[in-house]
């Protein structure tokens, strides 16, 4: 079993829609979880980050981290095609450990 | 600004040649990473160092080296013991791994 499971997609919705993301592991030492965006051929940036359980709230979009399932979800309300992109979870434990990514799932929002 | 540079954006390589691949800082980050990113594969990870003159072997470090001999640059080099390097390349930094990474730009290396 890997680390971080991913679906990788694609995943294709209509503009508006409420995309759901999501990430499920396996090492119960991970307190850290973040979600990154990538555009094609750029690198990844810094959407969403999260420590230990709960929920955390940035304009449109919404990380939330269950511990006890050991899942991970990216929440995107009202789609726009700029949403496009490529999400990859990310996790590590405490200490200066790397993180972990998931695979991507990629991600089109039809207009 | 601050950022994180990646060069060149391209990169080709004749079999049996050893590229180097460059990446630098100025985030005064202690941290920086390198990834490996192919089609349907994620990232993958190379090498990592957090502090200069120190470094560790990540998940695929086979056919790769790398220095940290100051803290604002972390090349890597792509040797002939690399089988299939074709891939995308990307360059991390961090102040630590549990406040996230800033990434470059990548670089794309093909072998022709």
């Known amino acids: 079993q890997k680390e971080v499971e991913q679906d990788p997609g694609p995943l294709s919705v209509p503009e508006g829609a409420i995309v759901s993301l999501n990430c499920t592991y396996s090492?119960?030492?991970?307190?850290?979880f973040m979600w990154y965006r990538q555009y094609s051929r750029k690198g990844p940036e810094l959407l969403m980050y999260t420590y230990s359980s709960g929920n955390k709230e940035d304009g449109r979009f919404t990380a939330q981290v269950d511990k006890s399932s050991k899942y991970i979800s990216l929440f995107i309300r009202d789609s726009q095609p700029s949403d496009s992109a490529t999400y990859l979870c990310?996790?590590?434990?405490?200490?200066?450990?790397?993180?972990?990514f998931g695979k991507g799932t990629r991600l089109s929002v039809i207009a | 600004d601050g950022g994180i540079t990646q060069s060149p954006k391209y990169l080709f390589r004749k079999e049996g040649q050893n590229v180097t691949l460059s990446c630098e800082q100025n985030l005064n980050h202690d941290a920086m990473y390198w990834y490996r990113q192919d089609p349907g594969q994620g990232l993958r990870l190379i090498y990592y160092?957090?502090?200069?003159?120190?470094?560790q072997k990540g998940d695929i470090a086979e056919g790769y080296s790398v220095s940290r001999e100051k803290k604002e640059s972390f090349p890597l080099t792509v040797t002939s013991a690399q089988k299939n390097p074709t891939a995308f390349y990307l360059c991390?930094?961090?102040?630590?791994?549990?406040?996230?990474?800033?990434f470059g730009s990548g670089t794309r290396l093909t072998v022709v």
């Open positions: 090492n119960s030492a991970f307190q850290y």
């Open positions: 990310a996790m590590s434990a405490t200490g200066n450990t790397p993180l972990v």
């Open positions: 991390a930094s961090s102040t630590g791994p549990n406040y996230g990474y800033t």
């Open positions: 160092s957090q502090i200069v003159n120190d470094f």
